[in-house]
């Protein structure tokens, strides 16, 4: 039985101390903090995602170093499983002590512990393909992860600067590679021509799409998206926006999917490129957040949110479903979270199932395996379709008895060719957007017409302690502080449409407000007089309650 190589890992994470003031923790979108003080942790995440590897008997596991939607400053990194999935919740645990231990000999302590207690044998291979966005904080970071591999044997692939949803793909690629489930050659060459070919055969005899304005975030998904535009040829006219990947400061600022959605407006460089009528969307930092939003007639703006794509997409999917005669056999489902707006739950409800989930993409996912064909989409943009293999097979052996059935079946082939099914995936969402706007003859206002949604807000409040707040029933009601859930709900009798939850961050120290009501007046009174509840509960100092927390 071959032992840890202590000597090296020592040598190596002395290279990389943990600072001592700090606490890292795993959290929903792995480790993410200020980019300057990940150092040790991205050496430890080097270990654990070879030990990770080296337990699934040497399956490829993925890493991806990046903070996302966050400012520049931040950087962050998460593992990704071989089936290109977020990692495994019970590894989150490990991912979060090996990156506290306080020395080098704590260090080697605990991933001598979890080699025990998670029974690694050490004599497998590990492999691991790993890549990064475009901040400037990533070389170093990538620098001690290969510090990480090193220290460990790691059979290490470096897929370069590119996309979270790209870095997905290649792992589920490589790791079936030359199955029967192959899910396409493991290159980003690999990944352009499947969605490129896929999309051009889905949009085949329709009218050409008008052109797209992206907004790339000023980050990775600039250079993804001038890729795949070259793939795409003349089938779609794309306008590149925010494709400043070098200078200093400009990354997500202003700018990017999480902004608009946010702010509810354009980004303000955009305002000169838009025309009346035309469609754009805003990409997020990695690329796996997408967010559409045109101006009318009258300049005003319109926002297309996750869950106006969910609504978009399922019902497309459902209708193809019946044309190809497999309605008995293939169910649709739609997940959301607790902050999809009440509208657009009641447009889906009436159609298919639905189903709450807590915030975050792994239980968004997971819940979408339940279904046939399960569509999630989180209302912040970011989501995906997923094709079960039992309605994959039935798809590849069911015989259409007639042409109609025949075409609506090839359509559904090929939208699991186009759509990404390992994550929420900015450009493949796009794409699939773009066909089915194309297929109904759909522009955004026939788009934003299937239904209006009910006004809303999201507030932040700073509190003492996040971790005092407790949900259940998807983060929907509150359990913790006692009490509190009863004056919240008393509070939201008074609003017509009324409804709020409080939930806190997985990602910021802070506790979300959301609430919404048939009138914005009401829904921004309903959101800061829970917010008030929350810090008034949550002990914040008086003197310094904010004015609007009525
Ligand atoms: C992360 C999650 C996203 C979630 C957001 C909530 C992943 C890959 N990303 O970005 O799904 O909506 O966190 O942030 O899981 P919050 O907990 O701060 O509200
Ligand atoms: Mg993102």
Known sequence: MPELPVRAIQVLADAHPKPSHLYFQYGTAGFRTLGSTLDSV????????????????????????????NPEQDNGVKLVDPRGEMLEASWEVHATALANAPSTDAFIEAVSALVQSARIDLSKPARVVYARDTRPSGPALISALEDGFKALGVEARDA?????PILHYLVKAINTKGTNESYGDDSEDGYYTKLSASFKKLIAGKATPDTVVIDCANGVGAIAAKNLQAYLGTSIPLVLENTDTTSRGKLNDSCGADYVKTMQRLPPNLVDVMKP?????????????????????RGQFHMLDGDKIAALVAAFIVEQVKLAGLESEI?????????????????????????CVSTGVKHLHHAAEHYSIGVYFEA?????VLFS??????LTKHEPSTPAQSTALNHLINLTQLIN?????????MLLVEVVLAHKSYSGVEWNSLYADLPNRLVKVVVGDRNAFKTEDAERRLVNPPGLQEKIHELVRRY??????????GTEDVVRVYAEAVLRAQADELAFRVAGLVYDEAGGDPAKRPKEFI
């Open 42 to 69: 991205l050496f430890r995440v080097g270990i654990l995602a070879g030990l990770r590897s080296k337990r699934l008997d040497g399956r490829t596991i993925g890493v991806m170093v990046t903070a996302s939607h």
């Open 496 to 505: 017509e449409g009324g409804r709020s939850f409080v939930r806190p961050s």
């Open 380 to 384: 912040n943009g970011h989501g995906t």
């Open 389 to 394: 293999p039992a309605t994959q097979e039935i």
């Open 160 to 164: 370069g600067v590119t996309t979270t």
């Open 277 to 297: 009528g035309q469609r754009a969307c805003s990409l997020d930092g990695d690329a796996d957040r997408l967010m559409y939003y045109y101006l009318d007639e």
């Open 331 to 355: 169910k649709v489902g739609v997940v959301q979270t607790a902050y999809a707006n009440g509208a657009s739950t009641k447009y889906l409800e009436e159609r298919l199932p639905v189903k």
């Open 421 to 429: 099914q390992t994550v929420g995936d900015a450009l493949s969402d």
